[in-house]
T-cell receptor, first 110, second 116 residues
Framework: DTTVKQNPRYKLARVGKPVNLICSQTMNHDTMYWYQKKPNQAPKLLLFYYDKILNREADTFEKFQSSRPNNSFCSLYIGSAGLEYSAMYLC?????????FGPGTRLTVL | AQKVTQTQTSISVVEKTTVTMDCVYE???????LFWYKQTASGEIVFLIRQDSYKKENATVGHYSLNFQKPKSSIGLIITATQIEDSAVYFC?????????????FGSGTKLTVEP
């Protein structure tokens, strides 16, 4: 089973409010990733967990938080959503050979 | 600098024909991995095929195959006998062997439309 699950699939948020997105995988992968995908753009890596170690990209360091309470689950947290956060958020988990993506959460900030 | 470049923003073909999508990459690693992913209409990203840089044979999976030209740093995706349901956005990606935790670098995607 190569399933990565994400909840919710759609999220509506108000400007300035927090957003919490959830991802789970059952493949026992050490690494889980979060990407932001906007139309006509490449998926942008936001952060990833290798085991319990969080790595955040330099340009998104202060905008996104994450937690990984166990190997299977990983969350993405936005403390105060802005209009520019409207995007598809994709979770992935992987091995050295492949990354498996979840179906994504479409976030709309109003 | 962009590590993975897809210059074709969109392609339109008639079904049952063959289409090639281009991708060039940039790396200093002697060993690396190249991937193609497909993003469906629902937004889901699906892994299609992988090429390991140390392999000379072009990878093939179903009606997907790759045209790996290492001296040109090029990895083209070939879809034969295209079907309507192949319509999607296709992303090329690279992982460098010395990459930190298998991080992928993506191109900006090529939108394929397969028409009847």
């Amino acid at each position: 089973d190569t399933t990565v699950k994400q909840n919710p699939r759609y999220k509506l948020a108000r400007v300035g409010k927090p957003v919490n997105l959830i991802c789970s995988q059952t493949m026992n992968h050490d690494t889980m990733y979060w990407y932001q995908k906007k139309p006509n753009q490449a998926p942008k890596l936001l952060l990833f967990y290798y085991d319990k170690i969080l790595n955040r990209e330099a340009d998104t360091f202060e905008k996104f938080q994450s937690s990984r309470p166990n190997n299977s689950f990983c969350s993405l947290y936005i403390g105060s959503a802005g209009l520019e956060y409207s995007a598809m958020y994709l979770c992935a988990s992987g091995t050295i050979y492949e990354q498996y993506f979840g179906p994504g959460t479409r976030l709309t900030v109003l | 600098a962009q590590k993975v470049t897809q210059t074709q923003t969109s392609i339109s073909v008639v079904e049952k024909t063959t289409v090639t999508m281009d991708c060039v990459y940039e790396t200093r690693d002697s060993s690396y991995f190249l991937f193609w992913y497909k993003q469906t209409a629902s937004g889901e990203i699906v892994f299609l095929i992988r090429q390991d840089s140390y392999k000379k044979e072009n990878a093939t999976v179903g009606h997907y195959s790759l045209n790996f030209q290492k001296p040109k740093s090029s990895i083209g995706l070939i879809i034969t006998a295209t079907q309507i349901e192949d319509s999607a956005v296709y992303f090329c990606a690279m992982r460098e062997d010395m990459s930190n935790y298998n991080v992928l670098y993506f191109g900006s995607g090529t939108k394929l439309t397969v028409e009847p």
